[in-house]
């Protein structure tokens, strides 16, 4: 059974940083296009930062400049680098890995709270 599974998050103070982390079990996560999304409480689940098979990335606007995704595919890990977190950053964050239109894994998600 495919597993994604998430890591990383935390409670840090605004302005403070975490780094997420998203290995795999049974699928090998450089040829997937892989994505992080996050789900604030009563709100959708929106996409926040993505990486092509190629390397090529995207990001919402509101975590342009503050997080990076990147990828270990020696590790066969994608890492989400969040820097200076606001309130706004709260959420549940989950990991998407996708193969065209045929397949999609979600990990359970890992809890980021921005308070002080």
């Known amino acids: 059974q495919v597993q994604l599974v998430e890591s990383g998050g935390d409670l840090v103070q605004p302005g403070g940083s975490l780094r997420l982390s998203c290995g795999a079990s049974r699928i090998t996560l450089n040829f997937y296009d892989m994505a992080w999304y996050r789900q604030a409480p009563g709100e959708q689940r929106e996409s926040v930062a993505d990486i092509t098979k190629g390397g090529r990335v995207n990001y919402a606007d509101s975590v342009k400049g503050r997080f990076t995704i990147s990828r270990d595919n020696a590790k066969n890990t994608v890492y989400l680098q969040m820097n200076s977190l606001k309130p706004e950053d709260t959420a549940v964050y989950y990991c998407?890995?996708?193969?065209?239109?045929?397949?999609?894994?979600w990990g359970q998600g890992t809890q980021v709270t921005v308070s002080s």
């Open positions: 998407n890995a996708k193969l065209g239109t045929t397949r999609s894994y």
